[in-house]
């Protein structure tokens, strides 16, 4: 095996653009997901390494200093951060020349020529559910054989092997748990919404909805959901417990859709009652009362749940699949049975206007989540979004996120402006949560739990110095737009 190392490089002071990030970006308070995407090939590598930098609070001198004792580097990057990972990976490349480079992630999985010929220092990039192809790489197999890679060969020519076919025993995966407790530090991952410590995992991958935006099922893992069986998570689960202990507070199941088959979720929910395990996961928002009771009788405390837009056409433009009135019906149900929701919205969606913007923040207000997120509409490339933007001339920008890190708005509709779209996300935040039902059980939260009380002080100080850069950074922008 060559010595291999994965590698999530330093970043934008607070930007969570690792590998389980959905969208990279400069976060409204600290929050670092786990790198999922790297993890699990890491766990099929023996003697790897797995580093990852922003939430440690690694520099690219510390990352040199591990990487020289490593042959192989396989560093996964993003669209708003591949700039940042070149920088990173040329670093590396001028203290040891010989190291060979790779990038995974959903950038290179759909533009795997552009990148290998606008980035000379990149050795190779994996297509698409890349983890046999790392484990081939880390083996040593000649490049030519292994499917789903890009590489430049001795001649400088671009290959494109063929593809991978996407992995469907998922049960023969093994778990990223060991390699998280080897590599990582648990104190370190933060997320608003979750216990702290918290640990999120996959348990399969692909997911049979079609949300136009959305970025992992439409370049990596597809649209169909393959999963570890019921039995295989149980026994991961007592494997975690047995690692980490009672030192972790959640276990969040990170699947793009964990409950498309309910009776699964509810099998693995059985699992966590008889480990005495708190745990939390994504969920679609037309979920039936009787599985909302069952899981939450097994230790569900919280869903996770994209509603993204309070306007029944917005939703159907991008393919949601789901109504206003089932959602409202869900959200009632969870309140009902005491599970908490945080939920997720995306302002900026085809084709946004002022008085959609002002219905999903009502729609948020009347259904009162536990937290939400407010999110600019991202058209990845891939995504059948940055397909559409491209065909109706939405794009006013090529950047996802500015210098600093921070999200922007790269779609500009005739109604309403990229300037409107980020605006729009201060307004709903400040309508949202400046609200009697908003506030009051986050000040009961902070009143039952220390932790809580001292973690939501950090965080409002965090929110304010966020809004405060963003509207700095929108300032800096207008006066440079004058200038010119």
């Known amino acids: 095996?060559?010595?291999?190392?994965?590698?999530?490089?330093?970043?934008?002071?607070?930007?969570?653009?690792?590998?389980?990030?959905?969208?990279?970006?400069?976060?409204?308070?600290?929050?670092?997901?786990?790198?999922?995407?790297?993890?699990?090939?890491?766990?099929?590598?023996?003697?790897?390494?797995?580093?990852?930098?922003?939430?440690?609070?690694?520099?690219?001198?510390?990352?040199?200093?591990?990487?020289?004792?490593?042959?192989?580097?396989?560093?996964?990057?993003?669209?708003?951060?591949?700039?940042?990972?070149?920088?990173?990976?040329?670093?590396?490349?001028?203290?040891?020349?010989?190291?060979?480079?790779?990038?995974?992630?959903?950038?290179?999985?759909?533009?795997?020529?552009?990148?290998?010929?606008?980035?000379?220092?990149?050795?190779?990039?994996?297509?698409?559910?890349?983890?046999?192809?790392?484990?081939?790489?880390?083996?040593?197999?000649?490049?030519?054989?292994?499917?789903?890679?890009?590489?430049?060969?001795?001649?400088?020519?671009?290959?494109?092997?063929?593809?991978?076919?996407?992995?469907?025993?998922?049960?023969?995966?093994?778990?990223?748990?060991?390699?998280?407790?080897?590599?990582?530090?648990?104190?370190?991952?933060?997320?608003?919404?979750?216990?702290?410590?918290?640990?999120?995992?996959?348990?399969?991958?692909g997911c049979p909805a079609k949300c136009s935006f959305c970025l992992w099922p439409q370049t990596i893992g597809g649209h169909q959901y393959r999963a570890k069986s019921p039995e295989v998570v149980g026994r991961e689960m007592e494997e975690a417990k047995a690692i980490f202990g009672d030192r972790v507070r959640e276990y969040m199941f990170d699947d793009d859709t964990f409950t498309i088959d309910k009776q699964r979720a509810i099998e693995i929910s059985k699992h966590m009652k008889r480990l005495k395990l708190t745990w939390s996961c994504n969920a679609r928002a037309n979920l039936d009362y009787d599985t909302l009771k069952t899981l939450r009788d097994n230790g569900l405390r919280l869903l996770l749940v994209g509603f993204e837009s309070g306007n029944q056409q917005i939703l159907d433009n991008i393919n949601k699949g789901v109504k206003l009135e089932v959602a409202r019906k869900f959200m009632e149900n969870c309140k009902r049975l005491g599970i908490l929701v945080h939920g997720t919205f995306i302002i900026g969606l085809p084709i946004e206007t002022p008085e959609t913007v002002e219905e999903t923040i009502r729609f948020a207000c009347d259904i009162s989540p536990h937290t939400i997120q407010v999110s600019i509409a991202a058209p990845y490339p891939g995504t059948q979004l940055y397909s559409e933007a491209q065909q109706n001339g939405w794009f006013s920008d090529d950047s996802l996120v500015a210098e600093s890190g921070i999200q922007t708005s790269t779609l500009s509709y005739p109604s309403l402006s990229g300037t409107q779209i980020e605006d729009s996300v201060e307004q709903m935040y400040r309508r949202f949560y400046f609200r009697p039902k908003a506030i009051l059980p986050i000040v009961r939260e902070m009143v039952t739990d220390r932790q809580m009380l001292i973690r939501r002080l950090r965080e409002g100080r965090e929110f304010f110095a966020y809004l405060r850069e963003r509207r700095n950074q929108q300032s800096a922008a207008h006066l440079a737009a004058t200038a010119r």
């Open 1 to 205: 095996m060559l010595r291999t190392l994965f590698l999530s490089p330093p970043s934008f002071n607070g930007f969570d653009g690792g590998a389980g990030a959905r969208y990279q970006a400069k976060r409204e308070i600290t929050s670092f997901w786990y790198p999922t995407w790297l993890a699990q090939p890491a766990a099929m590598v023996p003697g790897s390494r797995l580093v990852d930098a922003p939430p440690h609070d690694l520099s690219v001198e510390d990352v040199l200093a591990i990487a020289k004792d490593y042959d192989l580097v396989i560093m996964h990057t993003s669209t708003p951060s591949i700039a940042n990972d070149v920088a990173c990976a040329k670093a590396i490349k001028e203290r040891r020349p010989h190291t060979r480079i790779g990038f995974i992630g959903a950038h290179v999985a759909v533009l795997p020529d552009q990148t290998l010929r606008d980035h000379p220092v990149i050795d190779f990039v994996c297509r698409h559910e890349f983890d046999y192809t790392c484990q081939e790489l880390a083996q040593a197999l000649p490049w030519q054989q292994i499917t789903g890679l890009s590489y430049r060969d001795s001649s400088g020519e671009v290959i494109h092997n063929p593809d991978r076919e996407l992995i469907h025993d998922w049960d023969s995966m093994p778990s990223v748990l060991p390699t998280y407790g080897r590599d990582l530090d648990i104190q370190k991952y933060f997320i608003g919404y979750l216990l702290h410590p918290y640990v999120s995992f996959y348990t399969g991958r």
